[in-house]
């Protein structure tokens, strides 16, 4: 086995895969290394979503591939079938790659004699997906955090003009607005830093910069973050770098299993997965 | 043909609380067959294109004073809509009265049309009385009537291996998952009183193995034993090359309703293939109260249809 792990928060899996679903059809990319996984999904040219699963969130995680291990499988039915394991109890899942025939294995057993497994056939894939970066752009950046809640609601409510949105980040007077003209009328929402600034967790811009994007990519980046991500409130981060690239992160915490864990505090250090979105520009507007 | 009784307190309970509303989760319509010692309550007795449900109660069980004659060696057969029945229980509990009676009557719903049958239950409190009226079929003909008795001493004739069934609540969660997965079912039980549950489809196969569950009949001989270390796949290849275990495919969703005979709390389940791999049979048993005794007042069946194998 090129990989061998065990993982005693599925639910955590599940809602990290969940974000990233934006269509009902969805193929993944996940890339096995010695740090842990990564699942890429992308609408080429256009949305790549990506989530970062450390090897410090697994309870034991066994890598001895000689090169980096990369295959397709598709989204939905990973969800779903880790879905199947995360309503039994605080068990360890064990997950293992390759199979007999290159499947993606999942295992869990319970003390009482019971045992939930499921084989998931996988793609050769020669797609390497494109590796994005919002840095090191010489200071066109602009990067602000806000509230993970009402960063979902303003994008939620600026579904009614219709129309691409374009994010607007200035330094003077500091603040973000997000704005929507359409056939059914403009809406235009402010989050001004001096006013407002318990929404944000961090703000950073030296020059205003101003994209628009395509509202169904931009609704993809938060229609589906999981509730414990808007209770936490940890905050999702957004970046604007060269171009207009632009990077949505969030955190989902992840709770251990009881038996393991006392501290009711879930944002104890390592027990973070992270959920990526990097959306281009829309060029039409 | 004439039937009348009187519902003994257990009797409406056992039928209000417990087996009415498992039997509405499979189908609108049941029929009621009544005979001179019993009372049967069944789906899809006669084209079991779905789950077959069979509920056999001793008249003594859920009436006093029950009087049953037909020119059809005193049985009498008809269908009726199992909410209606639900309601005309509920709402006589809640009437509280002195006693329940049923019986079957004909009457004009109004009057120009002729005289239909109903089932009519008349509850008399200490100030008013309530009359409810469920509209049932046509009586059976003789013929149907015996299709049903023939169906009934079928689902007697029991697997050689019945296997006690996991946690009925851990399998309605598992199930639940899995019919978003694939829509047919592959269920094994072994002698070894081992209970598998699989859905495969070209990308993904989910499965689940509960093992060392009771065993009720043939069971695998003294010494006999699976490898513990091979995959749950393995060891039901195993069981099956040895003859000691049976396999077949059913419709997810017709599992998943029979699943809800969890309505009738019963107290065992056991599931085990019929003979010829012709039916998946479920077996449950109530105990007599205060005992760890099947009760033979009361015996519920149900089968479902197995699926031809695909390849």
Same mark, same amino acid.
């Given at each position: 086995m090129e990989l061998r792990c065990v993982l005693d928060n599925v639910q955590g899996l599940v809602d990290s895969l969940s974000a990233v679903r934006w269509k009902k059809q969805q193929d993944a990319i996940c890339e096995v290394s010695e740090h842990g996984l990564v699942i890429i999904v992308e609408e080429w040219g256009c949305l790549q979503a990506r989530v970062y699963y450390r090897k410090e969130l697994f309870v034991s995680y066994e890598y001895s591939a000689e090169s980096r291990p990369r295959f397709g499988v598709s989204l939905g039915l990973l969800v779903d079938t880790l879905s199947t394991f995360s309503? %039994? &109890? %605080?068990t360890g899942l064990e997950l293992s790659y390759p199979g007999s025939d290159m499947q993606l294995l999942l295992k869990l057993t319970d003390a009482d004699n019971t045992c939930i497994y499921a084989e998931i056939r996988t793609k050769v894939t020669d797609t390497v997906p494109k590796e994005y970066s919002v840095d090191g752009d010489g200071g066109r950046r602009a990067v602000f955090a806000v509230k993970s809640a009402a960063l979902k609601e303003a994008i939620d409510d600026l579904e009614w003009p219709g129309s691409s949105i374009s994010i607007t980040i200035s330094p003077d007077p500091a603040g973000v607005i997000l704005r929507g003209e359409g056939h059914h009328g403009d809406l235009q929402i402010d989050f001004p830093y001096d006013a407002h600034?318990?929404?944000? $967790?961090a703000f950073q811009c030296q020059s205003e910069v101003s994209y628009s994007y395509k509202y169904k990519f931009l609704r993809a980046t938060t $229609?589906?973050? /999981?509730n414990s991500v808007t209770k936490d409130n940890r905050g999702s981060k957004l970046t604007i770098g060269a171009g207009g690239l632009l990077k949505v992160q969030h955190l989902i915490s992840l709770r251990q299993a009881q038996q393991h864990n006392?501290? /009711?505090? /879930? %944002?104890?250090? &390592?027990?973070v997965s992270y959920v990526e979105f990097y959306l281009m520009p829309d060029e039409e507007a | 043909m004439k039937f009348k009784a009187f519902f003994t307190d257990k009797g409406v309970t056992t039928l209000e609380k417990k087996f009415v509303p498992a039997f509405e989760k499979i189908g609108k319509t049941c029929y009621v067959y009544l005979t001179r010692t019993h009372v049967t309550l069944m789906h899809n007795a006669v084209n079991a294109d779905g789950v077959q449900a069979i509920a056999q109660f001793k008249e003594a069980l859920l009436f006093d004073d029950y009087r049953i004659s037909s020119q059809n060696e005193d049985r009498i057969a008809f269908t009726l809509d199992l909410n209606l029945l639900l309601r005309a229980l509920k709402s006589s509990v809640s009437m509280d009265g002195d006693k329940l009676q049923i019986k079957l009557v004909k009457k004009r719903p109004s009057l120009n049309e002729r005289p239909m049958p109903y089932l009519t239950l008349e509850s008399k409190g200490f100030r008013s009385a309530v009359v409810q009226d469920i509209p049932i079929s046509q009586p059976l003909s003789r013929g149907d009537v015996q299709e049903l008795q023939d169906t009934i001493d079928a689902v007697h004739n029991l697997p050689r291996t019945l296997v006690q069934m996991p946690d009925l609540g851990q399998l309605q969660i598992l199930v639940d998952r899995l019919k978003n997965v694939g829509e047919a079912l592959d269920v094994a039980v072994t002698f070894h009183g081992d209970v598998h549950l699989q859905v495969s489809t070209t990308l993904v196969s989910i499965g689940s193995e509960f093992r060392r569950l009771q065993v009720l009949g043939e069971r695998a001989a003294a010494g006999s034993t699976l490898d513990a270390t091979a995959s749950p796949a393995m060891r039901l290849e195993q069981a099956l090359a040895r003859g000691e275990a049976s396999s077949v495919q059913v419709k997810i969703k017709h599992f998943a309703k029979s699943l809800q005979c969890s309505l009738t709390r019963p107290d065992t389940c056991y599931v085990g293939v019929a003979p010829s791999d012709s039916y998946l049979v479920m077996k449950f048993q109530f105990y007599a109260p205060a005992t760890h005794h099947p009760d033979t007042a009361v015996t519920l069946h149900y089968r479902l249809p197995v699926l031809e194998r695909v390849g």
């Open positions: 309503s %039994t &109890g %605080t600034n318990e929404l944000f $967790a $229609a589906n973050v /999981p006392m501290d /009711p505090n /879930p %944002t104890q250090q &390592g027990r | -």
